[in-house]
């Protein structure tokens, strides 16, 4: 289970490439092979189909326990991290996927 951490910063840049967070979300969480995968420096990175068929990039880093600021978690995944059940993701970068990048994640899987 992930609990996303969201702020001013990664929802603006989220935002400026027209995805919500729940886009990003439901692409990392819904990721296939050979997704996520890790591309150094701590960040992952995946390539999916939202619930309504967009493609999108995502990249995030999983914090360390202590970076975490609550206050950027919702209720509910705030409980789970508070639990121990989630690990929490902070999304850095997503777009839509060119088409010739949509081609690509098609062949790969």
Known sequence: MRAYSWNDWNLR????H??????ARYVADYARS?????VGDGKWHVRGK?????WL???????????????????????AFSDGRAQVVYVIHARELTEAEKRQARKRG
């Open 34 to 38: 050979p997704h996520p995968e890790y």
């Open 50 to 54: 939202t619930s309504a068929g967009r």
């Open 57 to 79: 990039q995502v990249i995030y880093v999983c914090p360390d326990d202590a970076e975490v600021d609550p206050d950027s978690l919702s209720p509910a995944d705030l409980l």
């Open 13 to 16: 840049h989220v935002g400026r």
């Open 18 to 23: 027209n995805v919500t967070p729940a886009e």
